[in-house]
T-cell receptor, first 115, second 115 residues
């Protein structure tokens, strides 16, 4: 997964903490995505950014706040999370926003545990 | 609304035997269909996709998938399984006529190849 990197790989936080997840893609893509992966459930799309502009917010609670300063970087700011938010958070990118057949390239994910 | 079903949570096969991982989809228009694989502690990796044309699609690592429009299926196949193929497999669908970039994933199928 050298194309899309995510840090940290593991994160444990309390419900009152504030933390951020970072994603960087080295593929020259223009679209970036945040997904949530919980056990035995389909991947849930959270946010989509095209050319740094947010184009989709999939009814995500406001305790998750994305930021996309440029086409290569994507952040997910976390605050006052709940234990049910514990999951693997995956970042992905794709080449062109208008080319829907483009496959997405995924990072390794951040394993988040909320105590 | 589009949906993807992977009817088997788990598939077990012996090394050297053929494998099939099942997927059915529901989209309002013509589908783009994808298979991804996830190894432990890794992000999803693209295997293959169907956009248009030949119903039999060949992908990475000897995998192939057959698009069947009448059965709305896109089953993943490999003629001879390897122990290293053991992983979590995800089918995904996208509406080719849709205006967003939303990939809908199935819940995943855990493939175990026994030596």
């Amino acid at each position: 997964e050298t194309g899309v990197t995510q840090t940290p790989r593991h994160l444990v936080m309390g419900m009152t903490n504030k933390k951020s997840l970072k994603c960087e893609q080295h593929l020259g893509h223009n679209a970036m995505y945040w997904y949530k992966q919980s056990a035995k459930k389909p991947l849930e799309l959270m946010f989509v950014y095209n050319f740094k502009e947010q184009t989709e917010n999939n009814s995500v609670p406001s305790r998750f706040s994305p930021e996309c300063p440029n086409s290569s970087h994507l952040f997910l700011h976390l605050h006052t999370l709940q234990p049910e938010d514990s999951a693997l958070y995956l970042c992905a990118s794709s080449q062109e926003p208008g080319h829907q057949s483009d496959e997405q390239f995924f990072g390794p994910g951040t394993r988040l545990t909320v105590l | 609304a589009q949906s993807v079903a992977q009817p088997e949570d788990q598939v077990n096969v012996a090394e050297g035997n053929p494998l099939t991982v099942k997927c059915t989809y529901s989209v309002s228009g013509n589908p783009y269909l994808f298979w991804y694989v996830q190894y432990p502690n890794r992000g999803l990796q693209f295997l293959l996709k169907y956009i248009t044309g030949d119903n039999l699609v060949k992908g990475s690592y000897g995998f192939e998938a057959e698009f069947n429009k009448s059965q709305t299926s896109f089953h993943l196949k490999k003629p001879s399984a390897l122990v290293s193929d053991s992983a979590l497999y995800f089918c995904a669908a996208q509406d080719s006529g849709g205006s967003n970039y939303k990939l809908t994933f199935g819940k995943g199928t855990l493939l175990t190849v026994n030596p």
